[in-house]
């Protein structure tokens, strides 16, 4: 913190400032849905790479974020400058990230299979360490914009809102715009000419949201936790980081987001393909799917906030969780035992748009009590350490999930090689039996991996109560830290019990 602004100084956080930090979301949510929805079946029936290909590039970049990652978090933990701990690496972000998502649309044509393997390589790691960049100092301000264990579910809420609407509503453009269908049956996401002008319009939100929400947020870098002052080892800061994670509340949600990363991960590659072959629906009819899950998840993380006040955000979030999974697997076993609607007709395409509504409404949900239960980490790591850690604790969480969401795009690239699923395949032409082997692997895949999400969410040990505590006994060590700065005419980071990690809340560095 500064001489001259504490985090008691700065007044209530204005509406319009809570908007333009969860702007800032739109620009991971494009990268990651895009990846999710279109990366597989473009490199895969557009560019003509075998799907193992594609997974094999995926976990090399798993392997790259597990470097770096926990790397970043950690030295925006104690970065020093006049932007603060976390902007001067948001401001970095923005172009290179733009770049790369670009470049990742649009491959050289005519190359060898291995020359679009290193390009999609080199595209990928740029592209995951851009977004760190960005993605992990963003998230890392919720816990010190909203201290509160109600007002931090609604930033979050707030955040992840902006995320879904971004996300999504590029898909949506996506599908009705760029990758238009023709009537005629041509274009469409098998077509290579629209992903030009789809990158270049994504590539340029990403590029605006993250400047508008860096400097939107600008204003209350006086009021936030400056990094302290002093000199660490590697070997030090690989025992602070050790230390942190070492804590029962993370442990649990780390394991929770993880089975969940892989379940969606394996869920959105697979997506396209029960779209367009399980169901046989027209790109018009996937667009409709994904404008209602966008109203869908706004209900839910609009929702989430009312359900932690009144289950507490573990109990809130098993009962959206369940519910979630119960939805959203059940038309693919209806089709299975022979009671669903046939492809083409309308009571099926009513069935799946009600499915879609309440299954993204539920996920939306479980997505904000999640991320609000890793926040709540962050207080509780710090009364046990003495050591404010938002950007490692943030990046261990992301780092979790995006390893294993590209563990989830490995499985469903490996469903695809084992049911031996065609290359340019065609709507309705595709074996039956391909396709129900694909339903079948598909269900009890899902289904486990989620189930073990919601098993370990019941080990999840802070409540409202204990948070409240925890600000308890921070507010009183910043106290006694001011105190004693006072008294001995030193930097309370010096207090006894802080170990000059960092200083407690409200003292001065």
């Known amino acids: 913190m500064t001489a001259t602004a504490t985090a008691a100084d ?13 702007v800032g979301s739109t620009a991971s949510a494009i990268k990651l849905r895009s990846l999710g929805t279109f990366l597989m079946i473009f490199y895969n029936q557009v560019v003509g790479l075998a799907p193992q290909t594609v997974t094999l590039v995926l976990m090399i970049a798993l392997i790259f974020d597990a470097l770096i990652d926990p790397l970043v978090g950690q030295i925006s933990d104690n970065f020093k400058s006049k932007l603060g701990r976390r902007h001067p690496f948001m401001y970095a972000a923005a172009i290179p990230f733009s770049l790369a998502f670009f470049m990742l649309w649009n491959p050289p044509q005519g190359w060898s299979e291995q020359a679009l393997f290193f390009y999609l390589l080199v595209c990928l790691l740029t592209l995951r360490f851009c ?14 914009l909203a201290k509160s264990y109600d007002d931090r579910t609604k930033l979050i809420s707030l955040r992840m809102l902006f995320g879904v609407v971004g996300g999504l509503g590029m898909t949506i453009l996506a599908y009705k715009v760029f990758l238009k269908e023709n009537p005629d049956g041509s274009g469409g996401v098998l077509a290579r000419d629209g992903y030009f002008l789809y990158s270049l319009t994504a590539a340029a939100l990403i590029f605006a949201t993250i400047l ?8 209350q870098i006086p009021y936030l936790r400056a990094a302290p002052t002093r000199q660490i080892t590697f070997k030090a800061m690989v025992t602070e980081v050790r230390q942190t994670l070492n804590n029962r509340a993370f442990v649990v949600a ?3 987001g993880m089975f969940v990363a892989v379940a969606t991960g394996a869920r959105n590659g697979l997506e396209i393909y029960f779209g367009l072959y399980f169901w046989e629906l027209t790109q018009s009819q996937l667009a409709a799917l994904v404008t209602i899950s966008v109203a869908g998840g706004a209900i839910g993380m609009i929702a989430s906030p009312h359900v932690a006040r009144r289950m507490g955000k573990k109990y809130g979030a098993i009962f959206m969780y369940t519910s979630a999974l119960t939805v959203g697997v059940a038309p693919v076993v209806l089709r299975l035992m ?3 609607p046939a492809n083409g007709t309308p009571e099926l395409f009513a069935i799946l748009l009600v499915e879609t509504m309440i299954n993204t409404a539920f996920a939306g949900g479980t997505a904000v009590l999640l991320v609000s239960m890793v926040a709540d980490v962050v207080e509780d790591a710090e009364v046990k350490t003495g050591r404010r850690s938002e950007g490692l604790l943030m990046s261990a969480d992301n780092l979790v999930k995006k390893m294993v969401s590209g563990v989830g795009v490995f499985i469903s690239g490996t469903i695809l090689a084992f049911i031996g699923f065609p290359e340019d395949a065609k709507r309705g032409q595709v074996d039956p ?12 895949t899902i289904g486990v991996l989620f189930a073990l999400g919601i098993a370990c ?6 409540d409202k109560d204990k948070h409240e505590d925890n600000l308890r006994r921070l507010g009183e060590l910043a106290e006694a830290g001011e105190a004693a700065g006072v008294l001995d005419g030193e930097d309370a980071s010096s207090t006894p019990g802080v170990t000059g990690a960092s200083a407690p809340l409200g003292s001065k560095a």
Request: charged share 10%; hydrophobic share 45%; net charge negative.
């Open 10 to 22: 700065r007044p209530p956080l204005a509406f319009s400032t809570k908007l333009l930090y969860a």
């Open 131 to 144: 977004d760190t960049f960005f993605e992990l100092p963003h998230s890392a301000l919720a816990p010190e």
């Open 212 to 219: 508008i929400s860096t400097r939107g947020t600008q204003s």
């Open 254 to 256: 780390a394991l929770t």
């Open 338 to 340: 022979g009671w669903m």
């Open 433 to 444: 039996e391909i396709i129900q082997n694909m339903g079948l692997i598909y269900l009890p």
């Open 457 to 462: 969410l019941f080990a999840f040990n802070i």
